[in-house]
């Protein structure tokens, strides 16, 4: 059965589940029923961090533009323009034994394309969460729940894996941006045109 993780709670990955090797992450999201003239495009992204939380250059940032890590650990499994429908928006495949050594965490973030101009933000998005699947049976180890704490953010850092003697854990995040996709890429050490 799934863990339910709550804001700030961090769990075992691999520690509890011996031999796993490959998961999905899967992020979803529902828009509130009012119409802002656009249909929301919400991305998800991992960003690939070295020891000091930065990544070491922009081919550690994996979304709609860069769908898969050169080391082949991290795939974006592709964006979806409109969020429509039930159970995964976007999914994005870690395959734990290839991510590199100099990777010692990924966040996993989701952001609004175009938010500004589109005059969208998180508060007009519901029951947002993460989810972590054991992609070898199918099986949803963790699963995390935004909740409704955002008001005029416009990018979140939902979880993040991370290395810990050895072991992947993960830690549920939610953390708001406003700024958007740029306002994130700077905090990872991505330079954004």
């Known amino acids: ?7 700030g709670q961090k769990v075992d990955l691999t520690k509890g589940n011996p031999g796993l090797k ?3 992450v899967g992020l979803g999201w529902d828009v509130n029923a009012f119409d802002s003239g656009a249909d929301f495009d919400l991305d998800a992204s991992a960003f690939l961090c070295g020891e000091n939380g930065k990544c070491l250059s922009e081919k550690d940032f994996v979304f709609y533009g860069n769908l898969e890590h050169e080391s082949k650990a991290v795939k974006h499994m ?6 429509e429908g039930d159970g995964d928006d976007e999914q994005i495949q870690v395959n734990l034994d290839m991510i590199p050594t100099s990777t010692e965490k990924i966040a ?3 952001t ?8 969208q933000n998180f508060g007009q998005i519901s029951n947002a969460y993460i989810r972590i699947v054991d992609e070898a049976n199918n099986t949803e180890l963790i699963r995390y729940d935004l ?9 979140v850092v939902v979880g993040e894996l ?23 890429c700077a ?5 954004v045109e």
């Open 187 to 191: 905090n990872y050490g991505i330079n």
């Open 1 to 7: 059965m799934a863990i339910n993780l709550t804001k």
């Open 162 to 184: 991370y290395k810990n003697n050895g072991e992947w854990k993960f830690n549920a995040i939610g953390s708001g941006f406003s700024g958007g996709l740029s306002a994130l």
């Open 147 to 155: 909740g409704e704490d955002f008001s005029i953010e416009t990018a």
């Open 112 to 119: 609004i394309y175009d938010a500004e101009s589109r005059k």
């Open 108 to 110: 996993f973030t989701v």
């Open 78 to 83: 592709g964006d979806n323009l409109t969020g």
């Open 22 to 24: 490959s998961i999905m």
